[in-house]
């Protein structure tokens, strides 16, 4: 199947090669399509048409699978035509499909044959959802040439006719038979001689015997996969370690590698994730689970760079590693292999404040606008948010788009700061279908632990009343025990205007689950004061923080809060400057921040 590109799509896609989803499903015509009536089915259109199908249709009735395909289901079959038959007979010295057993030819079909209709408007860039009956996935792409685009099945077949459609499924025509994975990971890494130090690392974590298995022994499907992603022989040498010896004896501190416990089991634990994923699913999750509990290797594409543990802690930037393409997306019979560039491990952290400024997104910072007083700027842009970091309820028509802006400075007309002087102003109600019922926020890294939640607003007479969540729809959900009602101002703690100003007003304001994240015109850092005022009018009291609750973080990851609205059916404004995630034996009540960006601790 080819389809015509113009120039600028073509320099695009090459740039991001294999890795992006395939923007050329936004070309309409598809060449060599063809549609048949219902009632032939999958064996009968290949019998109709004996130039093309003549052969695959020998393997069909030899292996006795013809009139499986025959009857009525839904089925989609990558069926090779005869010259990629042929060339498939040759390699293998054979001259004709009666010198193969009914036996191996079944297994051929089983691999070309999906249990669903899967048309090319379904192809991702990577493997395909749907699992073949032979009990391995298939991987599509696209490769150019002089300005054509093809389909190509496993890196080896071009899809040479697309989307006929039969009685009971969809048949895609390919130039070559598609071979299955016959070793595991366990043995195919042993058999690369890049990988000697790590395959020794295998063997002495026992994680050798957990990645050399075949399928057929693990009844439940979703377990049957594997993903490693290891280091080359030359990269763990440039990391200092010049043998598995060097390695054993830096890492193995218990004196028995396959304990968990043991710092080289953990390694080894850390390059290994659950389930089948290509580079494509790679960059389209923000990390991969790890066989190490709680542990997570953080992924992002950057350009055509495919990064792992490439983050921003706490401001400080940790440069990660890159995953070689040239030897990745290996495809094994029960998972895939990546490699990295270089040596990577565990990262030891300890739970630290993260004071989230939600300003702070890398899109939000790319904007000509970011934090420039007076603007103004639309996130949700021709139906779609421009931000990642931000998710609305999908289930809403007409949702008012969630805006971010930046006051005046260096206070606004009501007494107002803002730490950065920004904010992000979102429409939520209950019962007016042009605003969201839910919206959802992406964290920093959090390192597991326990925290306390401040959210951290701006008072609207007219806010929402939210219930807070993390990870809501995962196993990792949590609900937050307290509602967050965007209408109340610090005067909801108990602190009146007249005690706002005493020592002890900060200590009931946290009795009563709420505080100052603002540094007042009484805080002082490097001579400078801050500017939020103190026990003037009611100003002091606009900007609170409110506690959520607590959240135990499992996972060392970036996770996602959901303020789902509980009341509101005006123009329910809900304006958030931060959200603080505290360790809960830390202090609550400092720092504080400033419209001028400077952080005040405590004195």
């Not at 069926?79 to 293998?92: F, G, H, Q, R, S």
């Not at 990971?185 to 295998?202: C, D, K, M, P, Q």
């Not at 007479?461 to 025990?481: A, C, F, K, R």
């Not at 931060?578 to 952080?599: A, E, K, T, V």
Request: aromatic residues 10%; proline residues 5%.
């Amino acid at each position: 199947m080819k389809k015509k590109l113009n120039k600028n799509k073509l320099a695009s896609l090459v740039a991001l090669g294999a890795l992006m989803l395939f923007v050329i499903h936004s070309c309409k015509k598809e060449i060599y399509t063809q549609t048949t009536t219902d009632d032939v089915n999958i064996t009968g259109y290949l019998e109709k048409y004996p130039e093309q199908f003549s052969l695959f249709t020998q393997i069909l009735q030899r292996s006795k699978t013809d009139g499986y395909l025959g009857a009525y289901g839904k089925y989609t079959m990558f069926t090779p035509n005869n010259e990629a038959v042929i060339a498939w007979l040759k390699a293998l010295n054979k001259t004709s499909v009666e010198q193969m057993t009914p036996a191996e030819l079944k297994d051929v079909v089983r691999f070309h044959v999906l249990s669903d209709t899967v048309a090319t408007n379904k192809f991702t860039d990577g493997k395909l959802t749907q699992i073949t009956l032979f009990g391995q996935y298939l991987q599509t792409g696209v490769v150019f040439k002089n300005g054509v685009s093809s389909y190509v099945v496993n890196k080896l077949a071009t899809i040479v006719q697309s989307n006929v459609r039969t009685g009971n499924g969809i048949i895609h025509v390919i130039d070559r038979v598609l071979i299955p994975s016959t070793k595991t990971l366990a043995v195919t890494i042993e058999g690369n001689a890049r990988y000697s130090i790590f395959t020794e690392a295998l063997k002495a974590t026992g994680f050798y015997d957990s990645l050399n298995y075949a399928q057929a022994i693990v009844p439940d499907t979703t377990r049957r996969f594997q993903t490693v992603v290891l280091e080359s022989d030359s990269a763990i040498r440039a990391a200092g370690f010049a043998n598995f010896a060097a390695l054993r004896d830096r890492l193995s501190k218990t004196g028995n590698p396959r304990s968990p416990t043991d710092s080289l089991w953990m390694y080894v634990a850390y390059h290994i994730s659950p389930g089948a994923s290509y580079l494509p699913d790679i960059i389209s999750t923000p990390s991969l689970s790890t066989l190490v509990p709680g542990e997570i290797v953080t992924t992002k594409l950057v350009g055509t760079k495919v990064l792992l543990n490439d983050d921003e802690f706490n401001g400080v930037i940790e440069p990660g590693v890159e995953v070689n393409r040239l030897f990745s997306d290996f495809t094994t019979s029960n998972g895939v292999l990546h490699e990295s560039k270089s040596f990577y491990k565990i990262k030891p952290r300890v739970p630290t404040g993260v004071f989230f400024d939600i300003g702070d997104q890398p899109e939000l910072k790319a904007l000509s606008a970011w934090r420039i007083p007076g603007q103004f700027v639309t996130l949700l842009q021709n139906g779609k948010l421009i931000t990642a970091g931000i998710r609305l309820d999908a289930y809403r028509s007409g949702t008012i788009s969630p805006v971010y802006t930046t006051p005046p400075l260096p206070i606004d007309g009501s007494g107002r700061s803002y730490a950065n002087r920004d904010l992000i102003q979102f429409n939520m109600t209950t019962s007016n279908t042009a605003r969201s019922i839910w919206i959802e926020i992406r964290t920093p890294m959090l390192v597991k632990g326990k925290y306390k939640v401040w959210i951290c607003y701006t008072v609207n007479g007219n806010g929402p009343l939210s219930q807070l969540g993390m990870d809501v729809g995962t196993p990792q959900e949590q609900l937050l025990p307290n509602l967050v009602d965007f209408t109340q101002n610090l005067t909801s703690s108990g602190v009146v205007t007249a005690n706002a100003a005493l020592p002890s007003a900060d200590g009931l304001m946290l009795t009563n689950g709420f505080k100052r994240y603002l540094a007042t015109t009484a805080d002082i850092r490097d001579g400078v004061p801050g500017l939020q005022p103190v026990s003037i009018n009611n100003q002091w009291s606009n900007m609170p923080a409110k506690l959520a609750g607590v959240v135990d973080v499992k996972t060392t990851d970036k996770h996602w809060i959901r303020f789902t609205t509980l009341r509101g059916n005006q123009s329910n404004n809900m304006n958030i400057d931060m959200i603080h995630f505290i360790p809960i034996d830390d202090d609550q009540n400092y720092p504080r921040f400033s419209p001028n960006g400077l952080i005040y601790k405590k004195p």
